[in-house]
T-cell receptor, first 113, second 114 residues
Framework: LAKTTQPISMDSYEGQEVNITCSHN???????ITWYQQFPSQGPRFIIQ???TKVTNEVASLFIPADRKSSTLSLPRVSLSDTAVYYC??????????????FGKGTKLSVIP | DTEVTQTPKHLVMGMTNKKSLKCEQH?????MYWYKQKAKKPPELMFV???????INESVPSRFSPECPNSSLLNLHLHALQPEDSALYLC?????????????FGPGTRLLVL
């Protein structure tokens, strides 16, 4: 089972790029890495997913090195509305069509004006 | 429609009560999930339904009983809960079961057990 480790919190000023790294040292070959954003009193919302190298969408980029033991979520030019908790999720196949879905402890990002 | 709805939004119940949480999605998703989230903690997976059949039960106590009446609905029946069961209960769905599938979450039901 891939255990994930993230920083507990980060602060950033508006307009800056923010990078949040998640460590998953024992990630398995078939595991995917997914990042979710959660605002208070709301359900998590999908941000981005990757398997290896780099993935980019309209809101973020995800960098995954060749050994896949970590991944970095990059948020370009953050705004106050990006203040939220960001979770790294590694889904591990556990056989018979079953998956272990374990969220990291989450990184609370605070964007400062 | 990419929305997962949950009712009620808030629920207060005593330890002897029986109540149910409801979840609905109309995206044609074939996997549905229940998570429990305590304050300042990540969501913890409780149950997964795949094609209307229970596929994952993360050793959840029997006082929580899931039900999937059809492909769009997911219920969580609650009975004889404890105060430590107070939490945000999140429902999610995905197109198919599988670790690489994007999950769409509802807003949750905030449960308080007295």
């Amino acid at each position: 089972l891939a255990k994930t480790t993230q920083p507990i919190s980060m602060d950033s000023y508006e307009g800056q790029e923010v990078n949040i790294t998640c460590s998953h040292n024992n990630i398995a070959t078939n595991d995917y890495i997914t990042w979710y954003q959660q605002f208070p009193s709301q359900g998590p919302r999908f941000i981005i997913q990757g398997y290896k190298t780099k993935v980019t969408n309209e809101v973020a980029s995800l960098f995954i090195p060749a050994d896949r033991k970590s991944s970095t979520l990059s948020l370009p030019r953050v705004s106050l509305s990006d203040t939220a908790v960001y979770y790294c999720l590694v889904a591990t196949y556990s056989g018979a069509g079953s998956y272990q879905l374990t969220f990291g402890k989450g990184t609370k990002l605070s964007v400062i004006p | 429609d990419t929305e997962v709805t949950q009712t009620p939004k808030h629920l207060v119940m005593g330890m002897t009560n029986k109540k149910s949480l409801k979840c609905e999605q109309h995206m044609g998703h074939r996997a549905m999930y229940w998570y429990k989230q305590k304050a300042k903690k990540p969501p913890e997976l409780m149950f997964v339904y795949s094609y209307e059949k229970l596929s994952i039960n993360e050793s959840v106590p029997s006082r929580f009983s899931p039900e999937c009446p059809n492909s769009s609905l997911l219920n969580l029946h609650l009975h004889a809960l404890q105060p430590e069961d107070s939490a945000l209960y999140l429902c999610a769905s995905s197109q198919d079961p599988g670790g690489q599938e994007t999950q769409y979450f509802g807003p949750g039901t905030r449960l308080l057990v007295l």
